[in-house]
């Protein structure tokens, strides 16, 4: 069913009066600008968020306490979140679920529903609302920026895995990705129009460069507590990657689990589980939704590196190449 078809509107077209008080003096106080699918963004502590789920921002902030075994898959949206999520999933359990079997979770299941949202799906009482991980070990995903995680998330021991992606592509699937969330009767976002509030930084969880700047530098500062990715790089050479997040979280994989590229083995198994074309073609991710009422096909579409070029013009490329090497300057960080 689409959301044109629901008996109620999704959350991001709520009304603002329905919010709770406090949360509604809040933001009388911030900047705000149009939103992309929801009627407006609200610049809190630096950065951009919808008034539906501000509050649920504020309430982790203030009541979620991470642990130190937890696991925490950061991005900004569009960046590879799913795949992401899916890929840490399988490797940390990977004994409890082999990956090759029928049975997996990530057959029946979107990995949003597996690998609960820290500003979404879990409640002040720090419990998670499934079966997401191992004895010891919460997994949970955020796009919250570092500077806006829950005050437990920096002192505590938990791991972080981040993962960006070009600018340039991950605007463009953006872009997509916020039109298939509006009402029909709204249209569409231009796509002109949407990339000037891209560069300027007033989109979700934006601006992007200093979303991405601020996991960079604390894996700087913090190389044991947070391992930064790059999309790109993972797609060019997924077994090497999966064998580096195995040893990050500490469960690297054992001489009789097989080595990646041998087409066999437990990371192979893991790669072919986890990749667009397997996930994508699952029925749960072609009809299936969460609880927000959004279908679970729209985190699905190209998964390409470039497909920028089929979008953007030359000029808008060499905007976003300007602002990249400008934010990024001094920081040894190239995207």
Not at 153 to 181: G, Q
Not at 259 to 265: L, P
Not at 283 to 306: C, H, I, P, Y
């Amino acid at each position: 069913m689409s959301n044109s078809e629901s008996s109620s509107p999704p959350p991001w077209i709520v009304n603002e009066d329905e919010l709770p008080e406090e949360s509604r003096l809040v933001l009388s106080s911030l900047p705000r600008e149009k939103g992309w699918a929801e009627p407006y963004l609200y610049q809190y502590q630096g950065f951009w968020h919808p008034a539906w789920q501000f509050h649920l921002v504020l309430d982790c902030q203030k009541n979620f306490r991470l642990q130190d075994f937890d696991v925490l898959v950061a991005s900004y949206p569009k960046c590879g979140t799913t795949w992401l999520k899916s890929l840490v999933f399988s490797i940390l359990n990977r004994h409890r679920f082999p990956p090759s079997g029928n049975n997996h979770p990530l057959v029946s299941k979107n990995s949003h529903e597996l690998v609960p949202c820290l500003e979404l799906d879990v409640d002040p009482n720090n419990r998670i609302p499934n079966i997401s991980s191992l004895d010891q070990m919460r997994l949970i995903s955020t796009h919250l920026p570092y500077v806006s995680l829950p005050k437990s998330a920096l002192e505590s021991e938990c791991k972080i895995v981040y993962i960006c992606r070009n600018p340039k592509d991950t605007f463009v699937s953006l872009w997509h990705y916020m039109n298939k969330l509006r009402l029909p009767d709204t249209g569409i976002n231009g796509l002109e129009e949407a990339f000037n509030r891209f560069y300027k930084g007033a989109s979700v969880f934006g601006p992007f460069w200093d979303h991405v700047l601020s996991y960079w530098k604390e894996s700087l500062k913090r190389p044991n507590k947070v391992l930064f990715l790059k999309y790109e790089e993972i797609r060019a050479q997924t077994e090497f990657h999966v064998c580096r997040i195995a040893e990050f979280l500490g469960c690297p994989f054992s001489p009789a689990e097989g080595e990646a590229d041998s087409g066999s083995g437990v990371v192979d198994e893991i790669v072919r589980l986890c990749c667009f074309e397997n996930l994508s073609n699952l029925e749960v991710n072609k009809s299936g939704k969460e609880w927000t009422g959004m279908e679970f096909n729209v985190l699905f579409r190209r998964a390409q590196v470039d497909d920028w070029k089929n979008y953007l013009t030359p000029e808008m490329a060499d905007q976003l190449n300007h602002i990249t090497a400008g934010k990024f300057h001094g920081f040894g960080l190239e995207l």
